[in-house]
């Protein structure tokens, strides 16, 4: 791009942008149509190869879900011994059961 004395584009000359650079990325610009089809192209043989491959081979047999079992632990037995309770204990016992919903 030649740097006039007056341009419409003075503030690009100024900031050194080549707007013919900047123009050939605009997505209507011949060469950025090719390479879009281009592309295009390679995908579309893409997924014509992976539409085959599917057909070709059977999907794999999906492993049914079972939840894991619960596996129930045997509760152990408190092993009690006989209490031994003195008089004085056993007369508090039953104060408390003779005081009724006053204690």
Do not use: C
């Not at 605009?26 to 491959?53: G, M």
């Not at 509760?75 to 004085?88: G, M």
């Amino acid at each position: 791009m030649k740097m006039t004395h007056y341009s419409d584009n003075f503030w690009a000359e100024e900031m050194g942008i080549n707007l013919d650079d900047v123009l050939k990325e605009s997505p209507t610009h011949r060469e950025q149509i090719r390479e879009r089809r281009r592309i295009d192209k390679q995908a579309a043989e893409y997924w014509a190869r992976e539409r085959l491959l599917a057909r070709m081979e059977p999907p794999a047999p999906e492993a049914e879900y079972t939840p894991p079992r619960r596996v129930k632990t045997p509760k152990k037995k408190a092993k009690v011994n006989r209490y031994d309770f003195t008089d004085a204990q056993l007369e508090i016992a039953r104060r408390s059961l003779n005081a009724g919903g006053s204690v």
